[in-house]
């Protein structure tokens, strides 16, 4: 299986602040790579995929980069809404599908 | 619109066999592409992805979990049913299904709609 490893764990950032969370394969994954934002008590919500593709309706502070093995979310001026987890998915070939283990954004 | 609903029982004892059911609507699992997954939280962990099931019946499972789990589809119901044998305290969770909307390409295996959640606890 190809493993995701997410980092940092947890940051602290304020509002405005640009934030930036990576996300490594242990393999190549040809950009199958898509971002959540998940908030206590709720399901996880789309946010990108194909490394860089916005989801509907997503506002445009969030993006994503990346090649290969390496890939990153960025939050270009960080809102009170955008305090959450946040976990990176690969789905590269078939499955098994693999999550990272996620990073919680915290007020500073 | 799009929704996914899951439902089963909240509390079952180690051994026992779970069963979790997902009804869905604003899609049909007939469609070319289309999927359905479940997923599973454990509180204050990371997202775990366990089965899914496509539109031509094909199955796919964790490699931990495959000996365990068991993922079914009633297209005319428009539901999903996960079965996990042999329960134990850590799969205390809150599990959830997913779609997954592959009908432009198939390789799509990311989730754009998901459900609540259903907490399940094991405990004896």
């Known amino acids: 299986d190809i493993q995701m490893t997410q980092s940092p764990s947890s940051l602290s950032a304020s509002v405005g602040d640009r934030v930036t969370i990576t996300c490594r394969a242990s393999q190549g994954i040809s950009n199958s790579l898509a971002w959540y934002q998940q908030k206590p008590g709720k399901a996880p919500k789309l946010l990108l995929y194909a490394a860089s593709r916005l989801e509907s309706g997503v506002p445009s502070r969030f993006s994503g980069s990346g090649s290969g093995t390496d890939y990153t979310l960025t939050i270009s001026s960080l809102q009170p809404e955008d305090f959450a987890t946040y976990y990176c998915?690969?789905?590269?070939?078939?499955?098994?599908?693999?999550f990272g283990g996620g990073t919680k954004v915290e007020i500073k | 619109q799009v929704t996914l609903r899951e439902s089963g029982p909240a509390l079952v004892k180690p051994t026992q066999t779970l069963t979790l059911t997902c009804t869905f609507s604003g899609f049909s699992l007939s469609t070319s592409g289309m999927c359905v997954s479940w997923i599973r939280q454990p509180p204050g962990k990371a997202l775990e992805w366990l089965a899914l099931?496509?539109?031509?019946?094909?199955?796919y499972y964790s490699t931990s979990l495959k000996t365990r789990l068991t993922i079914s589809k009633d297209t005319s119901k428009n539901q999903v049913v996960l079965t996990m044998t042999n329960m134990d305290p850590v799969d205390t969770a809150t599990y959830y299904c997913?779609?997954?909307?592959?009908?432009?390409?198939?390789?799509?295996?990311?989730?754009?709609?998901w459900g609540q959640g259903t907490l399940v606890t094991v405990s004896s």
């Open positions: 099931i496509d539109w031509d019946d094909d199955k």
């Open positions: 998915q690969q789905y590269y070939s078939t499955p098994p599908l693999t």
């Open positions: 997913a779609r997954i909307d592959g009908t432009y390409d198939y390789s799509n295996y990311y989730f754009d709609y």
